[in-house]
């Protein structure tokens, strides 16, 4: 019988460990096929984190959006404190949340809220203040009220920035929400700290890296074609 | 929940600063490997983003950059390079940093460079500037706002990135939170937090200011600006280009 690792078999430049000899190739489809179901459970925790986070951003972006076009008094703190949460780098992020809500995906949850909160309200803002003034001087002379100026007014007007933020908003996420291995809900991310973890398996971590990048790009798509669809009237014009 | 006064308390012990692997230690490794990380993107970077500017061409190729950049996890990217012949540690952390730091360098450039207005341009070359002259007296000072913007960008994410190389045994000011994280230990993942987050702040802050510093025409300080309404870009980070 021949031993896997003999002193004959060492190199003069050193000891080499059996695992090092192991074929370790960059991509392997049998391991996506062998562990088809458990990558599918990590990519829907990546897909539920993101448009969780993305859902709850919009809901909180959209009134801080209006009020800050109300109020230049507003404007300028919402901005400034916008610029401060997107400067705390993301493992930062999760940490401060951490204690709080200990190692669940509802920690993962919050932070991407924040950061994608954070795109939004710029991307609202933007959208809610390039509505010309006079038109909605015209829609109030014509009777709408609060709600029907926004809704049939500002939000058609301003609905191409508002996609522009959603589209940002859920790729930033989508490649963010990794970083939730720190608490053990990283999505795909597991795999690639995973793959890191179990001897460097190449194949663990670049399934899951293009998987991001994939659901990535899927997510921006979709996203494109709801614009389209949305916005007719953006392609009348041209 | 006391996170934040044991992150107090161990921020407050000398030890913890000043032993082997500690605050400092870890801050100067942290630094060392952003710094070398930042300068060799823009080495890289700056004049891809000036031959590209100047010329014009290629515009559809720096947006796919800046595009696909942003759907590429940091986490990803650390990891793959990790795993690599070079081997996990600072040298793999610090190359992926620069792969990530380079596109905001580029687009912002490019975008810097494309600005320039072709009148001024044309007024130089007739007043027989040479074409290097050109770029580097007229072209350079009008986009230097722009290309200290991408700078700036890269920088910090660069500092907050470089936090996540304790994930994969790169080190760093990140390694103090994932250490909190092994020990269950609040405290220290706070304190971890609060210096990355310092350090990512006062990057953003000291090139605001070197970029005050550089940028040519009349100087108001930044804070005694006249006040206009806060202008805001499509979004906090790649300023400039409709993305």
Known sequence: ?238 | MNGLGDAVVYLNDPLNWTRRSGILDLLGQHLAISGAAVLAALVVAVPVGIALGVTGREAGAVVVLANVSRAVPTLALLTVFAVTPIGFGPRATTIALAVFAVPPIVTNTYVGFRGVDADVREAARGMGMSRRQVVLRVDLPLALPMVMTGVRTAAVQVVATAALAALVAGGGLGRIVALGFGQQDDGQIIAGALLITGLALLTELLLVLVSWAVVPGPRTLPFAAPRRRPAIGPEPTAEGLPL
């Open chain 1, 1 to 238: 019988m021949r031993p896997v690792l003999s002193a004959e078999a060492v190199p003069p430049g050193g000891g080499v460990l059996a695992a090092d000899a192991a074929p370790n190739p960059w991509f392997d489809a049998s391991y996506v096929v062998d562990n088809w179901n458990t990558i599918m459970g990590y990519l829907g925790e990546h897909v539920r984190l993101t448009v969780g986070a993305v859902l709850i951003g919009s809901a909180v972006a959209l009134p801080l959006a209006l009020l800050a076009r109300r109020s230049r008094f507003l404007a300028g703190p919402v901005l400034a404190l916008s610029t401060i949460v997107y400067t705390i780098p993301s493992l930062a992020m999760f940490a401060f949340v951490f204690p709080f809500t200990g190692l669940s995906a509802t920690t993962v949850l919050i932070g991407l809220a924040a950061y994608s909160l954070v795109i939004l309200v710029r991307n609202f803002l933007t959208g809610l203040q390039g509505v010309p003034d006079d038109v909605r001087e015209a829609a109030r002379g014509m009777g709408y009220s609060r709600l029907g100026l926004f809704w049939r007014i500002d939000l058609p007007l301003a609905l191409p920035a508002f996609m522009a933020g959603l589209r940002i908003a859920t790729v930033s996420t989508v490649a963010l929400t990794t970083v939730g291995v720190l608490v053990g809900h990283g999505g795909l991310g597991q795999m690639i700290i995973g793959g890191f973890n179990a001897n460097f398996y190449r194949a663990e971590i670049v399934t899951g890296a293009l998987g991001c990048v994939l659901l990535a790009l899927v997510a921006d798509v979709l996203l494109a074609a709801v614009e389209r669809l949305v916005t007719p009237w953006v392609r009348v014009g041209a």
